[in-house]
Structures are given as C-alpha cells and as structure tokens.
C-alpha cells in the first residue's frame, strides 16, 4: 500500500489548534525570555499540550490514549518545531511513551523520559550515570536501559539524580541522570525490542520537527527580505539572494515528503526502518542549512541574541546530533537497501 503524503483534512485541524495554542504561549519573545529564567521549560503549555490530547495522539485508547496515530504526532512536532517550544514533547511524548506502548503498559500522565543519551541511535543497555539525557530536568518518571547478569532489563523510577549541564539547545536541556531505586519494566528480547522501538520513532519523528524548524525558518527570512530595502529596493528582490531561498523551499519540499512518508511508516509499520533513516539522514542537514541561511539573510540583527534566530539555529544543530547523526543513518540506509559503500 502507498502513503499518503498530503495531509488530511483532521491534520489540517489539529495543526491549526496547536498553532494557536503555541502563538499564545511560544512567541518568539516569550521563548527567549525563558531561556533567561530558571526554568526554561513552559509547564503551563505543556499542561494545556495534555489537556487537549496533543501529547497521547498515537497512544491506543487502551492505554490510555487518543488512538490516532503517528502521523497526528507528527503535525504537532512540526508546529513545535516551527515555535521551538520549550516543553518535554520528545522526551516524554515520544520516547517514554513508545516504550509503554510497546510493552502493553498504560501510559501514565506523570512527565516522563528515557534515560539514554540524546546522541543514542541504537540500543544500549548499561549501568551507573548516564550522560545528556533530554527533558530530565522535569521528568517525573525515568525509563532506564540497565545491563545485568541475566541480561538487558528496562527498569523503571520515580526520582532520580538528575544534573543540568550547558546545552546548545537553550529550549530543550540535558541533564546527567542517576538512578539508584527502581522496578523493573521488561527483561530480555521485551526490554530491548522496546528501545529499538521508541528510538526509531524519535529518529523519525524528529524529522518533522526538522521540518517545522525550516519552514518557520525560511518564511521569516522571507517575510524580512520583503520588508529590507536597500538601494532602493527590497533586498528581496535581488537574484541572489532569490536562487538561495528558492534553493532552500526546494530543500524544504523534499524534507517534508520524507518526514511525511516516515510518519506514515511509523504508522502502518511499512519500510519503517528505511523510511526513519531517510528521513533523519535528509531532514535534519535541511534544517540547519534554513536556520544558518535565516541568520546570514537577517543581517547584522540575524547575529544579535533578542533575534530568535539563534534559537532556530541552535535546536537545529542540536537535533542534528539527536539520535543519531545522519552519517550513521545514511550508513543504516545504505545496510537496508544493500548498497555496498
């Protein structure tokens, strides 16, 4: 069966509702004003993303969910990504709630999070601290991939050690997290077929977010090469500086059919290995590139911290570097279709 890439008129709704959702409560100056604070976190958005089912979308109803599926997800990574939300989204609606589905367990409402590094691309089980784990610092519930004698467990607790550490990404922190009580959630083939699980869909839900973050990028440079005059004229108007942004739309077409075909992988279940890792591979080089071309194409005050292109930049790059760098899923790629390197 073929995907279907073009968005459905439900979609359309959803993504409306969250937009204005985030246009009331992530306003590029409300973002930047939070990461001067002590919490850069939006608990009341990520309440209010609960309240309304954003978060649970493609949890069974079963267990507690919306019963949609990851294509819904998806819509709203790309609004959260077109705002560069300061809430635990990926972390907890994502990962941690990937592991529970795919165990069979209720997802809990509690703000969780799965206690591996955020660079992971594979399933690791160890044991002791574990390093740059995302949305930690205001997580409830820690999902932790532990190395024993009788094998890979996933354990599960509610408190742990947690120590913030500078970020590049000032809207999403990582912590150091430390585990020291906890009960353990699945053994064996379970736990590590469960990691496998919530980290392919957070490699290729990450990709939409990429593509809310290019979008959101290349439509603001837009919008301000329009109004930018010099010489006389827009700066806009200007042949150059019109071959790079309709290079860049053409980059963001791209990226979004490939986010989409993985969102749509991810719901099914077909060629979902394939479909994450072109996706991840493709999406997030794309978004970098927006975000480095909407700070040179703003000029001086592109370069300036009260601009919010710098936040744009710094999630980009971040999620570059998130589960998996698109060298390693280029190489999965290549292992999938048995391209010889």
């Known amino acids: 069966m073929s995907a279907t890439l073009i968005y459905s008129e439900v979609e359309e709704d959803l993504r409306a509702s969250v937009r204005d959702l985030l246009a009331d409560h992530a306003s590029p100056a409300a973002v930047l004003a939070r990461c001067e604070s002590d919490q850069p976190y939006d608990l009341e958005l990520w309440r209010l993303l609960g309240e309304m089912g954003a978060t649970t979308l493609h949890v069974p109803e079963e267990l507690g969910g919306q019963g949609a599926s990851m294509r819904e997800t998806a819509v709203v990574l790309e609004e959260l990504g077109r705002s560069v939300a300061p809430v635990p989204f990926l972390g907890s609606a994502v990962l941690a709630s990937a592991v ?37 610092t205001v997580a409830s519930l820690f999902i932790v991939p532990v190395s024993t004698p009788d094998g ?43 990691l496998r699980v919530a980290l392919l869909t957070g490699a290729g839900l990450l990709a939409s977010e990429q593509v809310g973050i290019a979008e959101r990028c290349l439509f603001d440079t837009v919008a301000y090469l329009r109004e930018r005059h010099q010489f006389g004229r827009a700066v806009g108007s200007f042949q150059a500086l019109k071959h790079r942004l309709a290079d860049l739309y053409q980059e963001l077409v791209t990226a979004r059919a ?54 744009f930049l710094k999630r980009a790059k971040a999620d570059q570097l998130a589960l998996g760098t ?9 292992e999938l279709v048995d391209l010889r390197l």
């Open 100 to 136: 529970f589905t795919v165990l069979g367990e209720p997802v809990p409402s509690e703000t969780a999070t799965l206690v591996v590094p955020f660079s992971s691309w594979q399933p690791v089980f160890s044991s002791g601290p574990v390093r740059s784990v995302a949305d930690a």
């Open 152 to 194: 890979p467990e996933l354990h599960l607790a509610s408190s742990a050690t947690v120590t913030p550490v500078t970020s590049l990404d000032l809207t999403r922190p990582v912590a150091d997290v430390t585990v020291s009580e906890s009960t353990v959630l699945a053994r064996g083939a379970d736990a590590s077929n469960a």
């Open 258 to 311: 490939a986010a989409r075909y993985a969102a749509d992988a991810l719901a099914t279940g077909e060629d979902v290995e394939i479909a994450v890792a072109v996706a991840a591979a493709h999406c997030s080089d794309v978004a970098v590139h927006a975000a480095e071309e909407a700070v040179q194409l703003h000029g001086g005050i592109g370069m300036t911290w009260e601009h919010p292109a710098h936040l």
């Open 326 to 334: 698109p060298d390693r899923h280029r190489a999965a790629l290549a």
